[in-house]
T-cell receptor, first 109, second 113 residues
Framework: KNEVEQSPQNLTAQEGEFITINCSYS?????LHWLQQHPGGGIVSLFM???GKKKHGRLIATINIQEKHSSLHITASHPRDSAVYIC???????????FGQGTRLTINP | DVKVTQSSRYLVKRTGEKVFLECVQD?????MFWYRQDPGLGLRLIYF???????EKGDIPEGYSVSREKKERFSLILESASTNQTSMYLC????????????FGDGTRLSIL
């Protein structure tokens, strides 16, 4: 079993829908990252959080430390949100990240 | 803004060749990382470096080596390329210290024929 699990692996939705991507982890972490990867490869860091909730535009990330679970939400989704979304756990006491397998999101117009 | 630059977006090499992938960052970051990304497996850490001339093995170091002679540059070396090293390679950098975000390059898609 992977230390970081994401669901769903693939998600297709219509423009305007509310999107939720989930991330569960089984290790002790100091922070959790949400990353976005567009076709072509480049990865952009969206959020890094260790508690509570963060919001940036239409994106919201939450984390529940007790339940070892994080969610990424996208409100009023748009085709330009189509990308692979990756959660990555920063292991306590280490520099390394452990990555989920990614969620491929497709938003149709 | 932090800029992490990988020398090539696409690279095609032959089995047995020695291959160098270069990564340069412009923000004086202490930490630098090399990952490979494969379908169904996600990103996996090959090596990282926390200072000049310092390196540590990641989860899949076999078949790779690294070099960090200057703080801004981290090189990944495939000593004798094999077809199972065909992959997307991503470099990242971060400041030292607790919970610093990693900044990624655009990736190099390497094909070994």
């Amino acid at each position: 079993k992977n230390e970081v699990e994401q669901s769903p692996q693939n998600l297709t939705a219509q423009e305007g829908e509310f999107i939720t991507i989930n991330c569960s982890y089984s290790v002790g972490i100091s922070a959790l990252h949400w990353l976005q990867q567009h076709p072509g490869g480049g990865i952009v860091s969206l959020f890094m959080l260790s508690s509570g909730k963060k919001k940036h535009g239409r994106l919201i990330a939450t984390i529940n430390i007790q339940e070892k679970h994080s969610s990424l939400h996208i409100t009023a989704s748009h085709p330009r949100d189509s990308a692979v979304y990756i959660c990555a756990a920063k292991i306590q006491g280490a520099q390394k990240l452990v990555f989920g397998q990614g969620t491929r999101l497709t938003i149709n117009p | 803004d932090v800029k992490v630059t990988q020398s090539s977006r696409y690279l095609v090499k032959r089995t047995g060749e020695k291959v160098f992938l270069e990564c340069v960052q412009d923000m004086d970051h202490e930490n630098m990382f090399w990952y490979r990304q494969d379908p169904g497996l996600g990103l996996r850490l090959i090596y990282f470096s926390y200072d000049v001339k310092m390196k540590e093995k990641g989860d899949i170091p076999e078949g790779y080596s690294v070099s960090r002679e200057k703080k801004e540059r981290f090189s990944l070396i495939l000593e004798s390329a094999s077809t199972n090293q065909t992959s997307m390679y991503l470099c990242a950098s971060s400041l030292a210290g607790y919970n610093q975000p990693q900044h990624f390059g655009d990736g190099t898609r390497l094909s070994i024929l």
